[in-house]
């Protein structure tokens, strides 16, 4: 590990089965076990398949490698089910990983859930004393910052009345307090703060950047409030699907998490991330990118220009490809189509340019999504055989033609009215 | 920043990758959990912690009832409320600490999954709360077994009495090392409960809890003294009361017994803790 770095994960992935877990019952893995001894068939598993839960496995970590300096203060994002949360699990040992390993320097001090531990029976003090010590410091520490944890929790008033009587606000305040006067090098917080008041949750924020740039502690932070993200990290780190997208400066990371209009790629390297399960995967969309371009900015009457690059994993016959465009509500717009455009062998890997007319979009950002399909015969219906999330695009109007264009209205123009005069 | 205090959290735990060291530095939390419970068992009850003398008392009286007056089992002479009580303190010494460590995935499973400490914290501080339970009912035991002597019944404490200490933590390892396997166990297959509580129902009923081994056909008392519990409550009878008997040589197959079922417990314990978050 270098000097410097406190926190390095290796390949670190965590799996989890889908579904139940085994049978439950002992009853019922003694059946199974008994029959598979006598080489008969498991009368508890699923028609069609050949092992317990096969396949039903769901990468919540995939394989992921971070490494994070002493003193940093990151910020973990991504949408529900990304894997922060897991992340975190790993990392203050509530669970192992299933491959690779994490290394870390020092005391991890994580909080995960606001004033675990927490008794309702016993009093504000005494309940300092036991989250204090399951986040593993001694009496001895505690004693000596008892003064210092009660007064930032700002319930002194409180300190010795059970916990049960708390009001939930006071209940965080309580638990926080604890929690920031750990000594550990590294805090590690799930979403905590978003019970406490506006107030609160600023102070909070000014004592963990505190810790982080006076006394040199390490802060993960993972949040869904972009807002405290932004005043509390120097650094972000977007997981999707168990993968890390992104790591580096925080806005950037916020686009990429927010996934709006302002991101201006041009190109995608896929990389088995963004794709929707479909039922065949006989082609493997590796990238995807508008060709000539450096943003996703489109003018007037330009044409897309769309280069895709795929790999086929299977014999290709008449292969299709749908582009479905649709606005920054997700609500749908068009679809550009193009039909039994290519054929080819197993194996092979694919690179080809396709020219959108996208003038009739109006201004606005949009988001799109590949679909390629075939279909064996005329009468036989349409399969999808890889589906992936596609570039986004912005369309500007210029200056002179703007006025022309304010007689767009929704997300596509049409032709002016004509007037029918045939009579 | 030297690499020796680099924690490495992998995929594999080794099989005997105990870490004492880390137990050792939560000894305040062990502590604590005890003066938890301590406050919170009898909490918002009348009586307080004065149940905790009541209760071996009510079921001793019961078991004084049942075993000695309506099934009229002999005692060894021993005046029969001293003989089931000191069998039913013992008996509930050794079940409260197996309970504790049995249930301890399962009653901690929330906290487990928030935050990491040793986990063996659990079912450490449940040995010491039962121990401090215990002690209180050995006072009063104490305190009857006097009176009883005084009077002049027939009761013979020894020298042997001195042992208590290693009965009890012999008592409690064995508890605890059961406990621990079946925790591990009652993760995945949770109708293991039903069974356990009624075994141990069986269990004590093959413990000479209420009655004495004398009462035991000859031929089969050895197998009866197998039973790793049983020597323990002879001996501690013997040292007590001054009847029953007491055989180095069960009380060591006992400690082997013992010995092998903690060690076991661990490993298992250890083995499981590490992923049940994920299949509790």
């Not at chain 1, 300092?128 to 001694?138: F, Q, T, V, W």
């Not at chain 1, 220009?305 to 509500?329: A, F, G, K, M, T």
């Amino acid at each position: 590990m270098r000097e410097n770095c406190v926190i390095k994960t290796e390949n670190l992935t965590k799996e989890y089965k889908l579904g139940v877990i085994g049978s439950g019952t002992l009853r019922h893995d003694l059946q199974s076990w008994y029959a598979r001894k006598r080489g008969k068939d498991d009368p508890n598993l699923k028609i069609g398949s050949n092992h317990y839960s096969a396949g039903d496995r769901f990468l919540a970590l995939d394989s992921l490698d971070i490494e994070i300096d002493r003193g940093e203060r990151v910020g973990i994002i991504g949408a529900n089910g990304a894997g922060k949360s897991t992340f975190l699990k790993l990392l203050s040992r509530v669970t192992s990983p299933t491959d690779g390993e994490i290394r870390f320097r020092g005391r991890i001090a994580s909080m995960l859930e606001v004033g675990t531990g927490f008794h309702g029976e016993l009093t504000g003090r005494e309940n300092i004393y036991l989250n204090g010590a399951i986040l593993g410091m001694s009496k001895a520490e505690i004693t000596e910052k008892i003064d210092k944890i009660i007064e930032f929790s700002e319930c002194e008033k409180f300190i010795d009345t059970p916990v049960k009587r708390y009001s939930s606000g006071m209940f965080v305040k309580l638990a926080f307090a604890v929690a920031a006067h750990l000594d550990a090098e590294i805090l590690i917080m799930d979403e905590v703060l978003a019970v406490g008041d506006m107030q609160f949750q600023k102070k909070c924020i000014t004592k963990m950047r505190e810790l982080a740039l006076n006394e040199n502690r390490t802060v993960l932070y993972v949040s869904h409030n972009m807002n405290t993200i932004r005043e509390l990290c120097n650094r972000c780190i977007v997981l999707d699907h168990g993968k890390k997208i992104f790591d580096g400066d925080v806005e950037n990371a916020i686009k990429i998490y927010l996934g709006g209009e302002l991101d201006d790629f041009a190109f995608y390297d896929y990389n088995g991330c963004h794709k929707e399960p479909c039922k065949r995967n006989d082609v493997e969309l590796l990238r995807a990118g508008y060709y000539g371009k450096t943003d996703n900015l489109f003018y007037n009457e330009e044409f897309m220009p769309l280069e895709l690059e795929w790999q086929n994993n299977n014999d290709i016959h008449n292969l299709c490809l749908r582009v479905e465009v649709s606005d920054y509500r997700r609500f749908p717009v068009t679809a550009f189509v193009i039909e039994d455009f290519y054929s080819g062998k197993k194996g092979e890997k694919v690179s080809m340019r396709f020219k959108l007319n996208i003038s009739r979009i109006a201004k606005g950002g949009y988001y799109t999504r590949y679909v390629f399909y075939n279909r064996k015969s005329d009468t036989l219906p349409f399969e999808s055989v890889e589906i992936a999330k596609g570039l986004r695009f912005r369309k500007r109007m210029s200056e002179q033609n703007e006025n022309r264009w304010q007689k767009a209205w929704g997300s596509v123009i049409m032709d002016e009215i004509e007037l029918d005069d045939t009579n | 920043m030297q690499n020796s205090d680099v924690t490495v959290v992998s995929a594999k735990r080794g099989l005997f990758s105990l870490n004492l060291k880390e137990l050792w530095k939560y000894r305040d939390l062990v502590i604590l959990f005890v003066k938890r419970d301590l406050k919170n068992v009898y909490k918002q009850t009348v009586l307080g912690p004065l149940w905790i003398v009541i209760n071996p008392f009510l079921s001793t009286f019961v078991f004084t009832v049942i075993f000695g007056i309506i099934a009229n089992i002999s005692t060894d002479g021993i005046p029969q409320f001293l003989f089931y009580m000191s069998g039913n303190i013992l008996w509930s010494y050794f079940s409260n600490c197996f309970n504790r460590a049995s249930s301890t995935f399962l009653s901690n499973a929330r906290i487990f999954g928030k935050v990491y400490f040793p986990r063996l914290v659990m079912p450490l501080s449940g040995i010491i709360y039962n121990s401090i339970t215990f002690l209180v009912q050995f006072v009063m035991f104490s305190i009857l077994v006097a009176v009883y002597a005084f009077t002049g019944a027939n009761v013979h404490p020894n020298l042997l009495v001195l042992a208590l200490p290693v009965l009890l933590i012999h008592i409690a390892f064995l508890g605890t090392g059961t406990g621990l396997i079946i925790s591990s166990l009652t993760t995945k297959y949770r109708d293991l409960n039903v069974l356990v509580s009624f075994g141990l129902t069986l269990w004590m009923y093959l413990t000479p809890v209420v009655y004495p081994v004398s009462q035991i056909p000859e031929s089969f008392r050895w197998i009866m003294l197998l039973n790793p519990v049983a020597p323990i409550v002879e001996t501690f009878r013997f040292a007590f009361l001054g009847s029953g008997s007491f055989e180095w040589i069960y009380l060591l197959i006992s400690a082997v017994v013992t010995a092998v079922i903690l060690i076991l417990g661990m490993i298992v314990f250890n083995q499981v803790e590490k992923n049940f978050i994920d299949t509790v």
